[in-house]
């Protein structure tokens, strides 16, 4: 891990505290119904008072779209940390979904707003230093400027309208 990553991970560290598994009616975004929500629930009860690894990650990193607030707020610290290791380098596939989800076209801003409403003013921050720390390395600045660049412009835009 860089120097700069080591840095960004210590952040991370403050910045999102870690709390417990959400039940799994608050892990699902969409209201009762959503076989996909209820489907994923049941499929994250499994991990419930488990440690949090890769393993969790890469099963559910494309599942981001399906988890509510809550259940963001408590991946979402070990998910940002995995990112930085050289595993994640590696891998990419987990890093690549979560610039998407945290990069999200117009149509989508409202519901991504929805997901990150728990978070303060300074985990908002975090999150596009996040973005700007991957965007400042090489092979993502090479695969994925357009996303990170428009991810880091739609955190800084929830940041002003948290101020207001």
Known sequence: MSNDAEILAKEIDQAFPLIGMPSPEEIQRHSTGCPTCEHLAADLESYRDKLIGVEVIREFHQEIPHLSAKALQWILPYYLKYCLTPEAEYSGFE??????????????????????????SNQIRVLRKFMAYLLSTHYWRSYCPVELDRGIAFLSKLLISQDL
């Open 95 to 120: 890093t690549e979904f979560l610039i998407y989800s945290l990069a999200p076209v117009e149509e989508f801003e409202a519901d991504v707003t929805c997901q990150l409403s728990l978070f303060n």
